[in-house]
Structures are given as structure tokens and as C-alpha cells.
């Protein structure tokens, strides 16, 4: 009797989990083995032909590998600023409250309204950034033209953007640390720096790992900044593999290919979902 | 003593100073979008301390595009989700955490896949979905991917989780039904996992961006976001001090709320991420 209950409460939610989460996920695969039907001519089933074509094509091999430079670049210092933020936050820090403040101001502002700003940064000449390089001597440079800069700036924004939110994270597993631990430390004579090594990074491990899978979730999931600054140049120089999803989809109107590209960003998080649990102590966050 | 303490001052010091100067680069792109918001053109890119303030920026943002109408269509998107969350979430929540039920632990690992797997990376198939519906450019449409919530699902299953069952079994002798119990002792004792989740969900959708720009093309259904990226594209023409003013308006609502509550943002933040 009560089994029915317990059905019956998760139905609203599983329905809608089906119909948004799962469907989609196998609808997805399915398209990626048929060809994109037009008016004319129906969609057939094509075998593997979207994947082949696919790894002929270069603009996906590009934006792939511009996805590994964005997860290279934004993860290792988004999460190591994290750290400092909380450990300054946590500790005794002058006026602490407001550089949290300052720290996690990004965090809750809309990735659209950002870009505006940063636009304005990076713009040539008048932009701020030239402005204040101009004081060195240091000609203007168009810093989203130019293809060898404009993905390091995407990567700034969103190490900008993070690392306030990961501090969170830390300063709450900082906290249950007890500040007798740090005071045992320093009566045996250890420096701070080995204290932190040796003790306190051991500790966060856990929150490290948690962190280091939102992190690599969301360097495949923000794009938005895309939109406003760049639109994926010049020449797919700074596109992601959302953003060319969402070319291929909306603009080029090629749903086929799009959901073969769909199937690869899915095998990814479906590596790192594997990985997850495979590599992290499970009772940590999920038990 | 003295000879180790003067050094490690000094680093300290540094370290300090490190820190404010991070917290201000941090800051330094809204201090300048309120600059160039609030003086005259002109003054966008020179730094008077003498240029005059003006609010006539803000008057163009708003006159130029509806941002009146990009505001209505935010709340009731943010709000209809928040509350269709709650709803479905409280339900399964509970479920999963007080009810026996065959096939529970297979159907909480699908839950959790929705971790993974969100609406943002399905955007071409929920289309697709959304137009067989008849829903695309429509409010319902933009929110519907977004109701059921693993992670609010996940969040209140742990709290109801710590609840004590003897109160459950108090209630039940006073003769509460299933609905009663949850009701009256599960949601009141989860409050603040409640307003937790509440506000993570509000500043998501609030500053969410790709599928609601997926999914509407008109004015009427245009969320703030995608109504202010509209407004702020280059090819626009719009000046700067202008877009900057329409890009502080869109974000004033959480910005101001955020600085009001800051302690409750930061510790709700806190709360649903250890769980």
C-alpha cells in the first residue's frame, strides 16, 4: 500500500524528468544515426554517417580542443583562488565581510550583463585595459580580434565569474575545521605553509573534488558570454562545444548533426559521472 | 622570537594586501559599470572625479527597450518555476526519504542524473519537444524543463532525512494522514533548506540565458536576460553609457536583495552546497 504512495509522490516529478531529462537524452542518440529531413525528403537512418562526418569536420575538432583549453585554463585557477578567497574570508582578514562581499558579487549576476561590462575592457583604444597598458607604453591591441587572446579572455571572465561561488564551498568546510587543529600546528613548530600542504589541503580534499566536478560540468555549460563578446571568433577561434551546438541547431538549421554533437558533449559529462563515482568517496556528498 | 616574527609580518602584510586587491579587481567591473551609468557620455571613458551625475542614461535604457515588460516576463518565469519546483520536489523529496517503495534506489540514481545532465545541454531535442507542444515563445515553455529539479529533489531528501521519525509517529496518532504529516511536520522543520533552495533557484533563472533565448522571439515572453543581450549587441549601436545603465537596471533587483541579505545569500549558497 504504501508502495503505491511512494510512486504516486514521485510521479509529478518523474514525469517531468522523463519528458525534459531522459527522452531527450535518448531522442538525441536516436537522431544522430538519421540524416536531417527536409521538406522534401523525409530523415532516414544513416548508420554512423553524422559521426563521420563530424570527424572530418574541422570546426569541430577546433572547438573541441578550444573546450579543453577552457577547462585547462579556468579550472586549476578558478579553484586555487577559491582556496586563498576562503582561507583570507575564514581567517583574519581586515574588513573581512566586504571582500567576501566583493568575492561573491559575481556569482549572482546574470553572465549576459557581465559580458556587457567586460566588453567595455576589452574594447581597442578606448577600452579600459588599453587605457591602462597605454600608461606603459604598451600600443592597443584588439584583445577580442585578435584569435591568440581572445579565448584568454573568455577564460578570464569565467575564472571571474567562479571562483567567488567555489569559495563558498570552501568556507563552509572550513568552518568545521577547529581552529585547535591550526594552534597544535604552530606549537609544534610547522610553518604555515606546510601546515596548509600537509593538513588543511588534506582536508579540503573532499570539497576539492566536488568543486573540480561543478567546475568541469560548467566550463562545458558557459557559453553565454559567447553571445555578447566574441559569437565564437574570429574563426571559431573562442567557440565552445555548446555555442557551435547551438550555431548548428539555430542558425544552420542542421538538427542532425547538432544531436551527434549533443551525443559527444553527453558522453563527456556521462565520463565524468562515471569518474564521480568511481574516484570519489560517495558518502562525502551523496549518501 | 622577534627575529621570525618581523618576517613573517611583513608576509602577512603582503598577503593582505593581496587580498584587498583581488577583492577590488573583483569589484572593479561593476564600480565602473556604475561610473559610466550614472555621468554623461562623454565621460564613459575619462575619469573626472569632477564629471557631473546624471540619471538621464537610465531614462533612454528604459525608453528604448521594454524593459518593463522583460521584468514581468523574468518574475512570472522565476516565480511559476519556483513554485512548480517546490511542489514536485517536496513530493518526491519526501518519497525518497520516508517511503518504502519498490524500485526507490534504481529511480534516486535517475533523479541524480539530472545532476549531469541538465536542460541546458538538451536544448535541440526539448525544442523540438517544445514545438510538438505548441509552447515555443511562450512563459510555460521557457520554464517547463526546469520543474522537476534533482537537485532540489537531492537537497530536501537530506532534510527530511534528518528529521526525527517520532514526531512522525506523534502525528500519526493524533490521526494526521500521509499529506497532514508532510505537511505539517516535514515542511515547517525544512524552513531553512527551503529558503536555501529558493534562493539558488531565483538568482538561476533569473540570470539563466541560453535556452530561453532558444525558446522565445518576441516581446512578450522575452526574459531579462535575453532581452538585455538584445539590447546590449554591438550591431545595436547603443551607447555605452546607455547599455550599461540597462545592463544595472536588469541586474538591480538581485544586486540590491543581495546587499540587503548578503549573510542569508552566502549562507544559503553554503547550505544547499554541503548537502
Not at chain 1, 559567447?226 to 538549421?253: H, M, Q, W
Not at chain 2, 564600480?31 to 540619471?55: G, K
Not at chain 2, 513554485?83 to 525518497?96: E, H, P, R, S
Amino acid at each position: 500500500m504504501m508502495s503505491v504512495y511512494g510512486w504516486l509522490m514521485f510521479m509529478p516529478a518523474a514525469t517531468f524528468l522523463i519528458a525534459f531529462t531522459y527522452y531527450p537524452t535518448v531522442a538525441t542518440l536516436a537522431k544522430s544515426f538519421y540524416s536531417q529531413g527536409t521538406a522534401l525528403r523525409a530523415a532516414e537512418f544513416v548508420g554512423l554517417e553524422n559521426f563521420e562526418y563530424m570527424l572530418d569536420d574541422d570546426v569541430f575538432w577546433q572547438v573541441a580542443w578550444n573546450n579543453v583549453i577552457y577547462a585547462a585554463g579556468t579550472i586549476p585557477i578558478s579553484i586555487a583562488l577559491a582556496i586563498a578567497m576562503a582561507l583570507w574570508v575564514n581567517g583574519r582578514l581586515p574588513l573581512k565581510s566586504i571582500a567576501r562581499m566583493a568575492y561573491f558579487t559575481p556569482t549572482i549576476l546574470p553572465m549576459i550583463a557581465v559580458a556587457n561590462i567586460w566588453l567595455f575592457f576589452y574594447t581597442p583604444d578606448i577600452g579600459l585595459i588599453d587605457q591602462f597598458t597605454r600608461l606603459f607604453g604598451i600600443p592597443s591591441h584588439n584583445w577580442l580580434g585578435d584569435p591568440n587572446t581572445v579565448l584568454g579572455c573568455i577564460i578570464v571572465i569565467t575564472i571571474w565569474k567562479e571562483a567567488g561561488f567555489f569559495m563558498i564551498f570552501y568556507l563552509a568546510a572550513l568552518q568545521s575545521v577547529s581552529p585547535e587543529l591550526e594552534e597544535a600546528a604552530k606549537l609544534e613548530g610547522a610553518s604555515r605553509w606546510y601546515f596548509f600542504r600537509r593538513v588543511l589541503f588534506q582536508i579540503l580534499m573532499p570539497t576539492t573534488l566536488f568543486v573540480l566536478i561543478n567546475a568541469v560540468i560548467n566550463s562545458f555549460k558557459l557559453v553565454d558570454q559567447l553571445f555578447i563578446l566574441t559569437k565564437g571568433g574570429p574563426d571559431n577561434a573562442s567557440s565552445l562545444l555548446l555555442y557551435y551546438i547551438y550555431e548548428v541547431a539555430f542558425s544552420f538549421l542542421d538538427q542532425a548533426y547538432a544531436s551527434t554533437l549533443t551525443v559527444v558533449l553527453l558522453a563527456v559529462l556521462a565520463l565524468i559521472a562515471i569518474g564521480q563515482f568511481v574516484f570519489l568517496d560517495k558518502r562525502v556528498h551523496y549518501q | 622570537m622577534s627575529q621570525t616574527r618581523t618576517p613573517f609580518r611583513l608576509i602577512q602584510s603582503l598577503e593582505y594586501t593581496g587580498a584587498w586587491l583581488l577583492a577590488i579587481l573583483w569589484l572593479s567591473p561593476l564600480i565602473y559599470a556604475f561610473w559610466s551609468a550614472f555621468h554623461p557620455a562623454e565621460y564613459a571613458t575619462r575619469f573626472d572625479l569632477m564629471a557631473p551625475l546624471t540619471l538621464e542614461n537610465f531614462r533612454t535604457a528604459w525608453d528604448q527597450a521594454p524593459f518593463a515588460q522583460y521584468f514581468l516576463n523574468t518574475f512570472i518565469l522565476v516565480s511559476s518555476i519556483l513554485l512548480a519546483q517546490l511542489v514536485l520536489c517536496t513530493l518526491a523529496a519526501f518519497a525518497f526519504a520516508r517511503i518504502e517503495f519498490h524500485g526507490k534506489s534504481v529511480a534516486f540514481v535517475f533523479v541524480l542524473l539530472q545532476l549531469m545532465i541538465m536542460p541546458e545541454i538538451l536544448i535541440v531535442e526539448n525544442y523540438t519537444t517544445m514545438s510538438k507542444l505548441n509552447l515555443v515563445d511562450t512563459i510555460t515553455g521557457v520554464g517547463l524543463p526546469y520543474m522537476a529539479s534533482a537537485f532540489g529533489i537531492f537537497l530536501l531528501r537530506q532534510t527530511f532525512k534528518t528529521i526525527p521519525k517520532e514526531l512522525e509517529d506523534a502525528a500519526r496518532v493524533e490521526g494526521c494522514s500521509l499529506m497532514e504529516i508532510l505537511l505539517k511536520v516535514y515542511v515547517p522543520l525544512a524552513r531553512p533548506t527551503y529558503i536555501a533552495y529558493g534562493l539558488v533557484s531565483v538568482s538561476y533563472h533569473w540570470n539563466n540565458f541560453l535556452w530561453p533565448l532558444v525558446i522565445t522571439n518576441s516581446v512578450d515572453t522575452r526574459p531579462l536576460t535575453v532581452g538585455l543581450a538584445i539590447f546590449g549587441a554591438p550591431e545595436s549601436g547603443v551607447e555605452w553609457s546607455i547599455i550599461t545603465a540597462g545592463t544595472l537596471l536588469a541586474v538591480a533587483p538581485l544586486l540590491i536583495a543581495f546587499l540587503l541579505f548578503q549573510r542569508q545569500f552566502v549562507q544559503s549558497f553554503m547550505h544547499a552546497g554541503i548537502k
